[in-house]
Nanobody, 135 residues
C-alpha cells in the first residue's frame, strides 16, 4: 500500500519560506497525481495545490497563487511544496495525498481553471506536518 510521509513544517515568521516534502514509501510515486491539503483548527480541510503524475500540470488555490510552487522529482519519489511569502493565515497542518483517479484523468484535468480539489477523491494520506506562521 502506498504510504506518504510529509516533512519540512515548522515555525516561521511572516514573509518567510518553507519547503514541504511528501515522500512515498513502498511504492513508486510516478503513477499518481498528488495533492497538498491543509487544515487549520476549526476549519475544513482545503485543497492547496495539486500536480499531475508527470509534473506537467499543476494547480493552486487562489489564496496561495503566486506564493506557493508545487513540483515533483519522480526519481526521488518525492513531491515538494515550496511556500514563500508566508502569512499567518497559512498556519495549518499540511497533508499530501494521492489522487485515487490518477489513472483515468488526463493531464489537462490538473491545470483546469476551475478545478476544485475534493479531499474524498484522495487517499493514502500522510500524517501531516504543522506549519505555523507567527512573529
Amino acid at each position: 500500500q502506498l504510504q506518504l510521509v510529509e516533512s519540512g513544517g515548522g515555525l516561521v515568521q511572516p514573509g518567510g519560506s518553507l519547503r514541504l516534502s511528501c515522500a512515498a514509501s513502498g511504492f513508486t510515486l510516478d503513477y499518481y497525481a498528488i495533492g497538498w491539503f491543509r487544515q487549520a483548527p476549526g476549519k475544513e480541510r482545503e485543497g492547496v495545490s495539486c500536480i499531475s503524475s508527470s509534473g506537467g500540470s499543476t494547480n493552486y488555490a487562489d489564496s496561495v497563487k503566486g506564493r506557493f510552487t508545487i513540483s515533483r522529482d519522480n526519481a526521488k519519489n518525492t513531491v515538494y511544496l515550496q511556500m514563500n511569502s508566508l502569512k499567518p493565515e497559512d498556519t495549518a497542518v499540511y497533508y499530501c495525498a494521492a489522487d485515487r483517479f490518477s489513472g483515468s484523468r488526463p493531464e489537462t484535468y490538473y491545470s483546469a481553471t476551475y478545478l476544485y480539489m475534493r479531499a474524498q477523491e484522495y487517499d493514502s494520506w500522510g500524517q501531516g506536518t504543522q506549519v505555523t506562521v507567527s512573529s
